[in-house]
Nanobody, 123 residues
Framework: QVQLVESGGGLVQAGGSLRLSCAAS????????WVWFRQAPGKERQSVAA????????YYADSVKGRFAISRDNAKNTLYLQMNTLKPEDTAVYYC????????????????WGRGTQVTVSS
């Protein structure tokens, strides 16, 4: 089993920045694609950003392109999400996930989930 623990969420004003972290423990996550999902109140969970194990290729949802940056530190088994120029519509619970896929996974393809961290952006 792999345990994923997110941190770094909080309350920030619009235009501000936050950096989320996700630490993995337990079995190795070598070979997994790492993903950040988010779920706003009353909305479906959606993929925000992903990074592949091979090549470190990144994917971003259109709504966050140019504002968010995903990265990983393989030595520390840690995933990051740098969020800049935050908007009220970015308010959501952010989940870290890992999947044995080459392409960014759907929710059904995720093997491991974190419990989430709340991000609230005030206007």
């Amino acid at each position: 089993q792999v345990q994923l623990v997110e941190s770094g969420g909080g309350l920030v004003q619009a235009g501000g920045s936050l950096r989320l972290s996700c630490a993995a423990s337990g079995r190795t996550v070598d070979g997994y694609t790492w993903v950040w999902f988010r779920q706003a109140p009353g909305k479906e969970r959606q993929s925000v950003a992903a990074i592949s194990w091979i090549g470190g290729h990144t994917y971003y949802a259109d709504s966050v392109k140019g504002r968010f940056a995903i990265s990983r530190d393989n030595a520390k088994n840690t995933l990051y999400l740098q969020m800049n120029t935050l908007k009220p519509e970015d308010t959501a619970v952010y989940y870290c996930a890992a999947a044995r896929t080459v392409q960014p996974p759907t929710q059904d393809e995720v093997d491991y989930w974190g419990r989430g961290t709340q991000v609230t952006v005030s206007s």
